[in-house]
């Protein structure tokens, strides 16, 4: 193997966090845009310039979801097979709202019945709004600790249930990411459009910026002084494979921010979501929205890096039973498979992105209601 079983774990914890930030950053702004979709556009018109904006490239953009969720299977299986087990009810519940988005999508403009084409327009919004709400839902979940645990031949219990998921903090995370990627949409549609539509996004991404800034701030405050973090006391082998049992774990009051006392550079996590979201408002008010949109990005980035480096090495905290909690020594395939999978992946994801940049390439430019007029038959 190219790497060490430890060397590759780390590869594929910080491989997972590139494939979640990729997905919250690529399929958030289409999230985003179709939340705003029943807000900012007053007319058929306008709403469909909205729809064109992110119709074109919206299923390559959810391929990251998938790989995202592909990696977790292959890399980490503890923690696919607990998560997808337990919070079956949340994770149907987004798969049922992204129902809307391929049929909304296609058949939206395929009437002209005023009322046929509203419903869909609210049906594209809870296939954005609700998505983005889970996942940040699931996050502040992930920061509390799950009731699941394991029994001594690793078969797993989740003892918890959907309405226990809907604890305040996690509902403040949700905010967070609900309106993390609603300024993140705004700002790209501030890029894609002109005129009215654009005007209103402007304003949208200020007011989205500025509730997720506040909410982010209120989330850190509360992890440091009000939830008890995980911490692991005993020693453990960082080479062991599929065994979480073989550990000690204790839950301990201000546990997540220990990672940012002991490795002081993971400040730089949360204070790249904050500069990050300030940023991308100035630019997006200067009109530089190609920056902006950069920006709102990179604030993404740190927000999801902030989750990541808080919880570290913990993936799964499991709040029934703190010994049963998967970390990214204990969680991981063979070192065989991560090995493999490493290959795979430094080979075709470089191709994936290129092509990605190739297709945003050709598509650039701004979708305006004359070009929708003109393409009537054709455009979404």
């Not at 119709?55 to 390559?60: A, I, L, R």
């Not at 993936?315 to 990214?328: E, I, K």
């Not at 075709?348 to 992105?353: C, R, S, T």
């Amino acid at each position: 193997m190219i790497f060490d079983y430890v060397t590759l774990k780390l590869i594929w914890w910080a491989f997972i966090g590139f494939l979640l930030i990729g997905f919250a950053i690529m399929d958030g702004f289409d999230m985003g845009v179709t939340a705003w979709l029943p807000f900012l556009g007053k007319t058929d018109d306008e709403r469909r310039v909205i729809i064109n904006s992110v119709g074109p490239t919206w299923e390559g953009n959810q391929t990251w979801l998938i790989t995202a969720a592909g990696a977790i299977f292959a890399a980490w299986p503890l923690a696919y097979a607990a998560a997808f087990s337990g919070l079956y009810i949340a994770l149907l519940l987004v798969l049922f709202a992204l129902f809307f988005r391929p049929v909304g999508f296609d058949y939206r403009s395929k009437l002209a019945d005023p009322r046929w084409r509203n419903a869909w327009d609210w049906g594209l919004f809870a296939g954005g709004a609700i998505p983005a709400t889970i996942f940040g839902v699931a996050f502040g979940n992930l920061l509390i600790g799950l009731p699941f645990h394991y029994d001594e031949t690793l078969r797993s219990f989740y003892t918890g249930s959907f309405w226990q998921l809907l604890n305040p903090f996690a509902l403040l995370c949700g905010v967070v990411s609900l309106s993390m990627l609603m300024m993140h949409g705004a700002i790209y549609l501030q890029l894609r459009t002109d005129g009215e539509v654009q005007k209103r996004a402007s304003q949208a991404a200020v007011a989205a910026g500025v509730i997720c800034a506040a909410t982010f701030a209120l989330a850190g405050i509360w992890v440091a002084f009000g939830i008890d973090g995980y911490v692991i006391t005993s020693t453990q082998d960082l080479n062991a494979a599929l065994n979480p049992l073989h550990k000690t774990v204790e839950k301990v009051a201000g546990a997540w921010m220990t990672n940012y006392r002991t490795t002081p550079w993971m400040l730089l996590a949360p204070l790249t979501g904050f500069v990050g979201i300030a940023l991308a408002l100035w630019s997006a008010n200067k009109k530089h929205e190609k920056l902006a949109f950069l920006l709102s990005s990179t604030a993404i980035a740190g927000i999801i890096l902030t989750a990541g480096c808080s919880m570290f090495p913990f993936v799964m905290p499991s709040s029934t039973d703190p010994a049963s909690s998967l970390t990214l020594w204990d969680a991981a395939s063979s070192h065989k498979t991560l090995g493999i999978m490493f290959v795979v992946a430094i080979i075709f994801l470089p191709l994936i992105m290129v092509y990605t940049a190739w297709v945003y390439r050709v598509m650039r430019g701004k979708v305006t209601i004359q070009s929708i007029k003109d393409n009537t038959h054709t455009a979404y």
